[in-house]
Antibody
Framework: EVQLVESGGGLVQPGGSLRLSCAASGFMFNSRWMHWVRQAPGKGLEWVSRIKTDGRTTTYADFVKGRFTISRDNARNTLYLQMNSLRAEDTAVYHCTEDVRGVTTANWGQGTLVTVSS | SALTQPASVSGSPGQSITISCTGTNSDIGGYNYVSWHQHHPGKAPKLMIYDVNNRPSGVSDRFSGSKSGDTASLTISGLQAEDEADYYC??????????FGGGTKLTVL
């Protein structure tokens, strides 16, 4: 059974940084593209970033380019999202998801809440 | 920008409903990579349809998808109480990103 468990969320001040992790199990992690998708309170789902199987190809939504960095450790079956220069509008539940081809989001984790506030 | 979905739809048990999702030729119109996701608040979203009209294993055949031009549709037949949820479309884009719709709240009357 595919399991994706996010961690690392919390309260951070505007301009601060946070690193999210996603522990994967139940599938061949190094054969899947991985994505981060977020949902702000009362809002819809919003795609953030994706990373290819080998970690060499990454793509970002315009609103996080230059501030967020996605990475992965295939030896540890773990996905990361380094978030810098955080803004109030980055407040959301962040989900990690996976798929084989990098074109959709198949299995999802429950998410971790990031709150950016002073 | 986000794909366009109706904010809400409703139907009675046993009826059929259709949710539309409109994009552009840079996303829905350009690729057969449209997906639909069901989200019960507080739970992890669930993939219901991928590649326009394919169901993952375990998803009821009451759920079906289609596409015409820049617009995709999700149809749920034989509505059941447990279908009440938020539904999101998504598409791969020419920029190598994924874009979601704004979401549609389905109410089963």
């Amino acid at each position: 059974e595919v399991q994706l468990v996010e961690s690392g969320g919390g309260l951070v001040q505007p301009g601060g940084s946070l690193r999210l992790s996603c522990a994967a199990s139940g599938f061949m992690f190094n054969s899947r593209w991985m994505h981060w998708v977020r949902q702000a309170p009362g809002k819809g789902l919003e795609w953030v970033s994706r990373i290819k199987t080998d970690g060499r190809t990454t793509t970002y939504a315009d609103f996080v380019k230059g501030r967020f960095t996605i990475s992965r450790d295939n030896a540890r079956n773990t996905l990361y999202l380094q978030m810098n220069s955080l803004r109030a509008e980055d407040t959301a539940v962040y989900h990690c998801t996976e798929d084989v081809r990098g074109v959709t989001t198949a299995n999802w984790g429950q998410g971790t809440l990031v709150t950016v506030s002073s | 920008s986000a794909l366009t979905q109706p904010a809400s739809v409703s139907g009675s048990p046993g009826q059929s409903i259709t949710i539309s999702c409109t994009g552009t030729n840079s996303d829905i119109g350009g690729y057969n990579y449209v997906s639909w996701h069901q989200h019960h608040p507080g739970k992890a979203p669930k993939l219901m349809i991928y590649d326009v009209n394919n169901r993952p294993s375990g998803v009821s055949d009451r759920f079906s998808g289609s596409k015409s031009g820049d617009t995709a549709s999700l149809t749920i037949s034989g509505l059941q109480a447990e279908d009440e949820a938020d539904y999101y479309c998504s598409s791969y884009t020419s920029s190598g990103t994924v874009v979601f719709g704004g979401g549609t709240k389905l109410t089963v009357l």
